[in-house]
Nanobody
Framework: QVQLVESGGGLVQPGGSLRLSCAAS????????MGWYRQAPGKQRELVAA???????NYADSVKGRFTISRDNAKNTVYLQMNSLKPEDTAVYYC???????????????WGQGTQVTVSS
């Protein structure tokens, strides 16, 4: 099946930047949605940024103008560029891909292992 491997998290000061990467282990036959979610302690997992099959984007209001989602199809990788980071951005970030691996396979939601982002002085 599909494995999503995340990288790029870490500790950064307020106002700093990080770029998260999420690489799929296999080529997807069809991707319906892909995006980034985050979960802070004691809170629900929330959508941060996402692509759809039409390449439209959706961002949480709290990150608009600061975060940018992008992808490199040749590398089977999706990125999240995070600028002007704030302490409230601190969370575990998860990559998610909803798609199928073949024409006769069902859609499935795949998740990365999560990467910690900590914004603190």
């Amino acid at each position: 099946q599909v494995q999503l491997v995340e990288s790029g998290g870490g500790l950064v000061q307020p106002g700093g930047s990080l770029r998260l990467s999420c690489a799929a282990s296999v080529n997807m036959y069809r991707i319906y949605n892909m995006g980034w979610y985050r979960q802070a302690p004691g809170k629900q997992r929330e959508l941060v940024a996402a692509f759809t099959t039409t390449s439209s984007t959706n961002y949480a209001d709290s990150v608009k103008g600061r975060f940018t989602i992008s992808r490199d199809n040749a590398k089977n990788t999706v990125y999240l560029q995070m600028n002007s980071l704030k302490p409230e951005d601190t969370a575990v970030y998860y990559c998610n891909v909803q798609g199928s691996i073949g024409p006769l396979t069902p859609r499935y939601s795949y998740w990365g292992q999560g990467t910690q982002v900590t914004v603190s002085s």
